[in-house]
């Protein structure tokens, strides 16, 4: 697309530059996990959350529920720690990609 700047000046001035866009729809934004493993009590846990259809880095935080102990997930999205009580844990992710664009995701995480 080429852009004219005019003044109102006497003489009007102008100048004149080319750009190029991309439009990107926060509709198709996904985290591509759709299931998280189960874990084990005691034992080490890593998953990687992944997402999809917008414009990385993507960052991922829990916005509903709860992880079991010991479990934290990175901004950069993995899931990383040593579980210390077992029970279905309810979570809700959410993805943000460096536009803004978010999603969620609801997962049951079974420790």
């Given at each position: 697309m080429t852009v004219t700047?005019?003044?109102?000046?006497?003489?009007?001035?102008?100048a004149d530059d080319v750009f190029s866009f991309v439009v990107v729809g926060c509709s198709t934004l996904a985290i591509t996990n759709s299931t998280l493993p189960s874990a084990t009590e005691g034992a080490a846990y890593n998953v990687i959350l992944d997402a999809r259809n917008s414009i990385a880095p993507y960052s991922f935080?829990?916005?509903?529920?709860?992880?079991p102990?010991?479990?934290?997930?990175?901004?950069?999205?993995?899931?990383?720690?040593?579980?210390?009580n077992s029970g279905d844990?309810?979570?809700?992710?959410t993805a943000t990609s460096s536009e803004g664009c978010t999603?969620?995701?609801n997962y049951v995480l079974r420790v």
């Open positions: 700047a005019t003044d109102d000046g006497l003489p009007p001035l102008s935080a829990v916005t509903g529920g709860g992880l102990g010991n479990l934290d997930l990175a901004s950069g999205g993995s899931l990383t720690g040593i579980p210390t844990f309810p979570v809700t992710i999603v969620s995701s």
